[in-house]
C-alpha cells in the first residue's frame, strides 16, 4: 500500500503539475518516466526502503538520500539539484522547522566553533585544490567585464576590497578566517601592509604559513591557529571574508563589538559575507538550509542584511557602504561546479564517498540558490560609529 501510494504520487501527480528531464528506476525493473524527451537526471532506487525518502521530496530528504548512498543520482550537478527545486516545490508539503530548532540549540562556544571549522575546511588541502583557483580563495570572485577566468575574478576580488579600506602601506591588517592566505599575501606584496592572518582550521594555518615563507614575508605577515574572540591589540584595517556566517545570528553584536574594540581610531572593516532573503533569518526553502547545516556547515547561519546593519550598530560600527555581489557569487559557484565534475576522478581519490556527493550537490545548489535570489552576499565597509567624517577616504 505503502509502495503504491509513493509511487502514484509521483507518476500521476508529478505528471499533472510538470514535465521533467527525468527518469526514475525502481529494483523490480520499472521505469517511470516525466516527460518525453531523454531524461537529463536517472533517479536509481535499489529497494523499496528508499521509497520513503520520495514520499516528501524535500531538498533534505533527496539530499540525504543521496549522500547516504540509499538513492543513486545520475546527472550533471546543475541539472540535479533544477529537478530536485522542481520536484520540491511541486511535492513537498511546506518547510520544516528542524533547521531553525537545530539552530537555536548551536552554543557556538570556541569549542563546538572550532569543531565545526575543522569539519569543513580539514577535508585536505589537496581537496580544496582540486577546484578552487592556483590562490586557493574559497569566497565568491568579482567579475569586473563578465568574461574572466576564476584566478582572475579571485584577485579582482581582492583588490576590490583592499582598495575599498583604502589601504595604504605600512598599515595593520587583521584577516579574520583567512583561508590558504591569499589576501594578506596580497596586502603585504601589493599594498605594503603588515598582516595578520587568524583562522580555525589547521590545514589552512599550515598551508598559509608555508606560502608567507615561500614568498619571504615573514617579518610582514603572521598567521594564528586562532579563535577571533582572543586576538588582541589594535589594527587600522579590519577585513572578514566568508567568516561571519560561522558566528550565529544571536551573536552577531558580540561578533562585531569585539571587531569594534580591535579597529584603531580612523580605522575601516569590511565584511563580505553571505545572508539570507528571507527576512525573518529564516532557513532555506524545501529543507536545503537543513541539509547544508547537517553535512556541509555544521551551525553555520544566515543573516538578512537588515539584521547585519543593525548587529554591526549594536556593536557599535557605523555603515558606509554596501555593495551586493550576488550575481557574482552565482557565476562563482557555477565555475566551482564545473571544476569539480571536470575533476570528479581525481576529487574521488581524495576523499570518501559521502563526502564526494556531499560537495557534488552542495556546489551546483548554491550556484542555483544565488541566481534564484535565496541567498545574497554583501561586501559591507564601516568604521566606529563615533568616527569623524574629515577621515573617510
Known amino acids: ?33 516525466f516527460s518525453s524527451g531523454p531524461p537529463r537526471v536517472t533517479i ?15 531538498l533534505y530528504n533527496l539530499g540525504r538520500a543521496y549522500v547516504e548512498g540509499a538513492i543513486d543520482i545520475k546527472g550533471r550537478a546543475a541539472d540535479i539539484i533544477n529537478v530536485g527545486n522542481a520536484l520540491a516545490a511541486s511535492l513537498d508539503k511546506g518547510r520544516s522547522r528542524l533547521g531553525e530548532i537545530l539552530r537555536r540549540a548551536a552554543p557556538h562556544t570556541r569549542e563546538t566553533d572550532a569543531e565545526a571549522i575543522r569539519y569543513h575546511y580539514d577535508v585536505s588541502n589537496d581537496f580544496y585544490a582540486a577546484w578552487l583557483d592556483p590562490a586557493m580563495v574559497y569566497s565568491c570572485a568579482y567579475f569586473e567585464n563578465g568574461i574572466e577566468d576564476l584566478a582572475t575574478a579571485q584577485q579582482q576580488k581582492i583588490d576590490h576590497i583592499l582598495r575599498k579600506i583604502d ?11 583567512c583561508g590558504w592566505g591569499a589576501l594578506v599575501l596580497r596586502a603585504a606584496q601589493a599594498f605594503g601592509a603588515r598582516c595578520v592572518g587568524v583562522t580555525l582550521s589547521e590545514n589552512q594555518a599550515a598551508l598559509a604559513r608555508e606560502r608567507v ?6 617579518g610582514q605577515v603572521e598567521i594564528r591557529l586562532q579563535d577571533y ?3 588582541a591589540g589594535s589594527f587600522e584595517r579590519i577585513t572578514s571574508v566568508g567568516m ?13 563589538s569585539r571587531v569594534n574594540r580591535l579597529l584603531a581610531p580612523g580605522g575601516l572593516v569590511m565584511n563580505h559575507g553571505i545572508t539570507t532573503t528571507n527576512v525573518d533569518n529564516g532557513a532555506a526553502a524545501y529543507g536545503a538550509g537543513e541539509f547544508v547545516g547537517q553535512y556541509v556547515f555544521p551551525d553555520g547561519e544566515l543573516a538578512h542584511l537588515s539584521t547585519v546593519v543593525r548587529a554591526m550598530q549594536e556593536g557599535g560600527l557605523e555603515v558606509h557602504d554596501a555593495e551586493n555581489l550576488r550575481r557574482h557569487y552565482a557565476k562563482t559557484c557555477a565555475i566551482w561546479t564545473d571544476n569539480f565534475e571536470s575533476n570528479a576522478e581525481h576529487i574521488r ?7 564526494f556527493r556531499i560537495w557534488h550537490v552542495y556546489l551546483a545548489g548554491c550556484a542555483y540558490a544565488f541566481a534564484h535570489g535565496r541567498i545574497s552576499l554583501y561586501q559591507i565597509v564601516c568604521g566606529k560609529a563615533d568616527g569623524e567624517v574629515e577621515r573617510l577616504p
Open 1 to 33: 500500500m505503502f509502495e503504491q501510494m509513493v509511487l502514484s504520487a509521483w507518476n500521476e501527480g508529478l505528471r499533472d503539475k510538470l514535465s521533467l528531464p527525468l527518469r526514475v528506476e525502481l529494483w523490480d525493473g520499472r521505469q517511470l518516466a
Open 44 to 58: 536509481r532506487v535499489p529497494d523499496r526502503s528508499a521509497l520513503r525518502y520520495l514520499r516528501s521530496p524535500s
Open 167 to 177: 589601504l595604504r602601506p605600512g598599515q595593520t591588517l587583521l584577516d579574520i578566517g
Open 213 to 218: 615563507e615561500r614568498a619571504g614575508l615573514q
Open 229 to 231: 574572540r582572543d586576538v
Open 244 to 256: 561571519f556566517e560561522h558566528v550565529g545570528v544571536q551573536h552577531l553584536p558580540e561578533y562585531f
Open 349 to 355: 581519490l581524495l576523499t570518501d564517498e559521502k563526502r
